[in-house]
């Protein structure tokens, strides 16, 4: 298989509310985590940090114009690879041991980093069997209503379990702005993973079903609108509330 180069393996696109998508080209869609970053006055908020295959600080400039905390929807290889290179970086009490002490196995990279999930494979010295996240100990443990304050813009913290035991979602009220992670995204859920809880799922589905949402941006694939929100969730719920 071709080898990417490290400057083509990030492609960002600026959205509304000073929000900058960033993606890794050469993941395959349904592996490949949204990066997002949100401009705050006082630092950056990095949702989310990929593979780790390729350094993010050196080559996105988003995240390097102001210091970004680093905030972990949850502990999945896809999602939480260049923490390491942050300074503040938090995620939820639930899964702060990964975060410090990340496995093949607890992050998800076993079963599934294969060179299969690539249409490029990353630039040397990388081999899928030999991946691994870098251990990134959390700054700050985050809890159910925490505020993450960025000094002009806040997010609060919603713990959703059921795709994992600390998965969160942030919210600012303000701009009715969602970043749900890999709790509600316009895609197939993930409800088999090793920790996955089906009820804790459901009962966190119902608890956000009336969020007032005006534009989600999701873990994966497309970001959509509050209306595709509830949609998405009653769908889920339909197909698992027995």
């Given amino acids: 298989m071709e080898i990417a180069t490290a400057d083509s393996w990030y492609e960002t696109q600026k959205m509304a509310d000073d929000v900058t998508y960033i993606g890794e080209v050469f993941i395959k869609e349904f ?78 990279a076993e079963p599934y980093v294969e060179d299969s999930i690539f249409t490029k494979l990353p630039p040397y010295p990388y081999i899928s069997t030999e991946y691994a996240v870098k251990a990134a100990p959390a700054t700050r443990l985050l809890e159910d209503g925490d505020v993450i304050d960025l000094g002009d813009r806040h997010f609060t913290v919603m713990h959703t379990p059921g795709h994992s035991p600390g998965g969160i979602m942030l919210y600012e009220k303000s701009t009715q702005i969602l970043f749900s992670g890999d709790t509600v995204y316009d895609g197939p859920l ?45 769908n889920f719920l339909n197909q698992n509330d027995k």
């Fill in 31 to 108: 592996y490949r985590c949204n990066i997002w970053h949100v401009r705050g006055r006082d630092k950056g908020m990095l949702v989310d940090s990929g593979m780790g295959v390729v350094s993010l600080r050196e080559h996105v400039a988003q995240v390097t114009e102001k210091p970004s905390i680093a905030v972990a929807s949850h502990t999945h290889f896809d999602h939480v690879g260049c923490h390491h290179e942050f300074e503040e970086r938090m995620v939820h009490i639930d899964e702060s041991n990964i975060l410090e002490s990340p496995t093949r196995e607890n992050t998800l």
């Fill in 190 to 234: 993930i409800v088999d993973a090793y920790h996955s809880d089906l009820p804790d799922f459901v009962d966190s589905m119902k608890r956000i079903l009336d969020l007032s949402v005006r534009v989600v941006h999701g873990g994966h694939f497309p970001s959509f609108d509050g209306v595709r929100y509830r949609e998405l969730i009653k």
